[in-house]
C-alpha cells in the first residue's frame, strides 16, 4: 500500500470517526433552514465566523462548534463558510485534528475556507514557518484546499475572497511582509480587470498592523474598490460599533463564535451578494435565529 493510498484511508477513518462523535454530541437547532433574503436574484451567499477556540481540555468549544457547523449547513443558499482564525487555541496537532475534522465530517458548505489567527500559530510561540507549513497540509489533508501560502484567495461564484495572515508568530498584531503586500495587489488588480466583487478576510483588524502603516493597506483595498473587511480577534460582543469604517473601508468585527463569556455563543454573519447591493445579516446558528438587530446594505 503506496504512501497516497494510506493517507487517503486516514483521512477517510478519522472523518468516520467524527461523524460518530457527532451522533453523540446534543446538537441545537441543527435542522432550521434559512435562505437569502432574494434567492432568484442572489449571486453568492457566504458565512463568516471567528474564534472558535477549540481546545483539547475544554470540551464547550468543540460541542458548541459542532452546532455552530449544523446551523450553517441548515443555510439553503450557501455556497462558502469563511472561518477567519483563532480556530485552535494553542496550534496543537490535537486541537487540529478536532477543528479540521469537525468540519470535513459536518461539511457546511461546498467551500470552507480557513485562515491563521494567533492562537493558530502558536499565541506567540511556536516556530512560524513549521506553523505555517502545518497549515498548509491541514487544509490539504483534511479539506482539500490545495494552497501554496497561509495568504491566499478563491473565486467563487465570480466573488474574490481573498485571505490575509499574519506572518508572525510572536506578537499578537498583524504583520505584512512584502512579498504579501505585491501578492495582494496583484490579486486586485485581476479582479479589478473583470470587475469582479472583492471580500477580503483576516483575523485582525486594519488597525492592528505593524511595521506599516495601515493606511497603505487601507489606499490599497479601496483602490480597487473592496466590498468588506472582515475580522475576529477581538471577541466583542455582536453590536452596531461591531459594524464601522476603518480608514475608509467597511469593516465587520466578528464575535467569538463559542464560549462567549457576556454572550451567546453562536453569533456570525451571512452575507449575500446581489447585482447592486451586499446585504449582511447576523445570524445565531447554535439557535438557529437572525439577529434582527443587525441588518445591513452595502
Given at each position: 500500500?503506496?504512501?497516497?493510498?494510506?493517507?487517503?484511508?486516514?483521512?477517510?477513518?478519522?472523518?468516520?470517526?467524527?461523524?460518530?462523535?457527532?451522533?453523540?454530541?446534543?446538537?441545537?437547532?441543527?435542522?432550521?433552514?434559512?435562505?437569502?433574503?432574494?434567492?432568484?436574484?442572489?449571486?453568492?451567499?457566504?458565512?463568516?465566523?471567528?474564534?472558535?477556540?477549540?481546545?483539547?481540555?475544554?470540551?464547550?468549544?468543540?460541542?458548541?462548534?459542532?452546532?455552530?457547523?449544523?446551523?450553517?449547513?441548515?443555510?439553503?443558499?450557501?455556497?462558502?463558510?469563511?472561518?477567519?482564525?483563532?480556530?485552535?487555541?494553542?496550534?496543537?496537532?490535537?486541537?487540529?485534528?478536532?477543528?479540521?475534522?469537525?468540519?470535513?465530517?459536518?461539511?457546511?458548505?461546498?467551500?470552507?475556507?480557513v485562515?491563521t489567527?494567533?492562537?493558530?500559530?502558536?499565541?506567540?510561540?511556536?516556530?512560524?514557518?513549521?506553523?505555517?507549513?502545518?497549515?498548509?497540509?491541514?487544509?490539504?489533508?483534511?479539506?482539500?484546499?490545495?494552497?501554496?501560502?497561509?495568504?491566499?484567495?478563491?473565486?467563487?461564484?465570480?466573488?474574490?475572497?481573498?485571505?490575509?495572515?499574519s506572518?508572525?508568530?510572536?506578537?499578537?498584531?498583524?504583520?505584512?511582509?512584502?512579498?504579501?503586500?505585491?501578492?495582494?495587489?496583484?490579486?486586485?488588480?485581476?479582479?479589478?480587470?473583470?470587475?469582479?466583487?472583492?471580500?477580503?478576510?483576516?483575523?485582525?483588524?486594519?488597525?492592528?498592523?505593524?511595521?506599516?502603516?495601515?493606511?497603505?493597506?487601507?489606499?490599497?483595498?479601496?483602490?480597487?474598490?473592496?466590498e468588506?473587511?472582515i475580522?475576529?480577534?477581538?471577541?466583542?460582543?455582536?453590536?452596531?460599533d461591531?459594524?464601522y469604517?476603518?480608514?475608509?473601508?467597511?469593516?465587520?468585527?466578528?464575535?467569538?463564535?463559542?464560549?462567549?463569556?457576556?454572550?451567546?455563543?453562536?453569533?456570525?454573519?451571512?452575507?449575500?451578494?446581489?447585482?447592486?447591493?451586499?446585504?449582511?445579516?447576523?445570524?445565531?446558528?447554535?439557535?438557529?435565529?437572525?439577529?434582527e438587530?443587525?441588518?445591513?446594505?452595502?
Open positions: 500500500m503506496d504512501i497516497k493510498t494510506i493517507a487517503t484511508y486516514l483521512k477517510d477513518l478519522f472523518a468516520t470517526f467524527m461523524v460518530l462523535v457527532m451522533m453523540i454530541v446534543p446538537f441545537g437547532n441543527k435542522g432550521v433552514e434559512y435562505t437569502a433574503e432574494n434567492p432568484e436574484d442572489l449571486i453568492t451567499s457566504f458565512v463568516a465566523v471567528s474564534d472558535i477556540h477549540v481546545e483539547t481540555n475544554n470540551p464547550t468549544p468543540y460541542q458548541n462548534l459542532s452546532d455552530v457547523l449544523h446551523g450553517i449547513k441548515a443555510g439553503q443558499d450557501i455556497s462558502t463558510v469563511v472561518y477567519t482564525g483563532d480556530n485552535v487555541m494553542n496550534g496543537q496537532v490535537l486541537e487540529d485534528f478536532f477543528f479540521y475534522s469537525a468540519v470535513r465530517a459536518v461539511k457546511p458548505a461546498e467551500h470552507n475556507l485562515l489567527g494567533n492562537h493558530d500559530l502558536g499565541n506567540s510561540n511556536g516556530d512560524y514557518e513549521k506553523l505555517r507549513e502545518k497549515f498548509i497540509f491541514n487544509n490539504a489533508f483534511y479539506l482539500g484546499n490545495q494552497i501554496e501560502a497561509d495568504y491566499y484567495y478563491r473565486v467563487i461564484d465570480g466573488c474574490y475572497m481573498i485571505m490575509l495572515t506572518e508572525d508568530t510572536t506578537t499578537w498584531d498583524f504583520r505584512m511582509s512584502e512579498e504579501q503586500f505585491a501578492w495582494l495587489e496583484s490579486v486586485l488588480k485581476e479582479a479589478d480587470a473583470v470587475d469582479a466583487p472583492v471580500f477580503v478576510f483576516n483575523h485582525y483588524p486594519l488597525r492592528y498592523l505593524k511595521d506599516n502603516d495601515p493606511s497603505r493597506l487601507a489606499n490599497l483595498l479601496k483602490e480597487y474598490n473592496t468588506l473587511f475580522h475576529g480577534h477581538i471577541h466583542d460582543e455582536l453590536g452596531a461591531n459594524f469604517n476603518s480608514y475608509g473601508i467597511d469593516c465587520i468585527n466578528l464575535p467569538r463564535c463559542t464560549e462567549a463569556v457576556d454572550y451567546e455563543a453562536g453569533d456570525g454573519i451571512v452575507v449575500e451578494v446581489y447585482e447592486d447591493e451586499v446585504v449582511v445579516r447576523a445570524r445565531n446558528f447554535v439557535k438557529g435565529e437572525w439577529i438587530d443587525f441588518r445591513y446594505t452595502y
